[in-house]
């Protein structure tokens, strides 16, 4: 299985690198060897192929890149990144449910099913974009 399976992966770098000062966006477009200076937090399916996929195309890209289970999203693990990504391999309705720690305040990207659960009983636009 390859990224090529998700075809969110080159939004979700587009996404990511919107946070970014222009220069190190332009640095990176041009191949420079530097990856771009974010941390990330995926919190997804541990052990899972499509945690290995998405673990190694961040890892190309990203300075910073820790693996979380998204059952368990550590807040304290959160807190340290600089953005998180909230995924899981399942059907959606049959998959865990994780909850946000009050006061959380992280930039988070949510993908699939479950990301649209989340943001739906948070009362979020993004639900099921």
Known sequence: MSLRAYPCSVALLALLALVLPGT???AHAQGAPNKIPLRI???GHPG????T????????HFRQVDAGDFA???AKKAKEAD???LDYDSDGFNGPRATLPEGYTRP????GVIGGLL????????GYM
């Open 119 to 126: 943001c739906s009983q948070l009362r979020l636009k993004t």
């Open 24 to 26: 190190a966006i332009q």
């Open 53 to 60: 996929d998405f673990l190694s195309f961040l890892k190309q």
């Open 41 to 43: 937090l995926y919190a």
């Open 48 to 51: 899972s192929a499509r945690e």
């Open 83 to 85: 953005v998180v990504l």
């Open 108 to 111: 988070t990207v949510t993908i």
């Open 72 to 74: 368990r999203l550590d």
